[in-house]
Structure formats: C-alpha cells, structure tokens
Nanobody
Framework: QVQLVESGGGLVQAGGSLRLSCAAS????????MGWFRQAPGKEREFVAA????????RYADSVKGRFTISRDNAKNTVYLQMNSLKPEDTAVYYC???????????????WGQGTQVTVSS
C-alpha cells in the first residue's frame, strides 16, 4: 500500500501563488505516474496535472497550462504543484494521486490523498 499526504493549501488572493506538496510513504517503489486533481463545490473531480516517474514528462489540463507546474523529488518521495497567477475559479479541494503504471493519464490512479483546500479570493 501507498499513503499520500497533501499539504500547502490555504487562502490566497487572486494573482497570488501557492505550492502544494504530496508526500508518499509505504510501497513507494511501486509508484510510476503521480498526478494532481481538484474538485470544486458542486462539480466533478477534474484532472489538473501528471508527471512521469522521472519527472521528465508532464501533462496539464488546458485550464492550468502556463500557470501551474508539477515536479517530483523521488529522493523525498514527494510531488509538488506550484500554482501561480491563481484565479477564483481555481478554488477547490486538491488531491494527490499515484498510479502503479506509467502514462500521463487522467484515469486509473490506485492511491489518493485526503485532499487540501485551496481558496482564491477575488
């Protein structure tokens, strides 16, 4: 099993920045792709970003491309989401997820964190 714990959420004004962290523990050697998802009130969970195991390949949702950056530190078993130029519509609970298989996909994640709230005020 793999446990994922997110941190770094909070309240920020529009135009500001936040960096989310997700620390993995347990059978971390089994993790390939890691990703970030978010769910706003009354909406379905949506894909935000994904990173290959090496961090060399990444994929982003169109809504965050150019503003968010996903990165990994495998020595620390941690994945990050740097969020810049935040907008009120970025307000959501952000979830970290991990897959046992590769591929920068929005589906098929095996492990999920508990989520961290990000609120962007206008």
């Amino acid at each position: 099993q793999v446990q994922l714990v997110e941190s770094g959420g909070g309240l920020v004004q529009a135009g500001g920045s936040l960096r989310l962290s997700c620390a993995a523990s347990g059978r971390t050697f089994s993790i390939q792709t890691m990703g970030w998802f978010r769910q706003a009130p009354g909406k379905e969970r949506e894909f935000v970003a994904a990173s290959s195991r090496s961090g060399g390949d990444t994929r982003y949702a169109d809504s965050v491309k150019g503003r968010f950056t996903i990165s990994r530190d495998n020595a620390k078993n941690t994945v990050y989401l740097q969020m810049n130029s935040l907008k009120p519509e970025d307000t959501a609970v952000y979830y970290c997820a991990a897959r046992r298989f590769g591929g920068l996909t929005a589906y098929g994640y095996d492990y999920w964190g508990q989520g961290t709230q990000v609120t962007v005020s206008s």
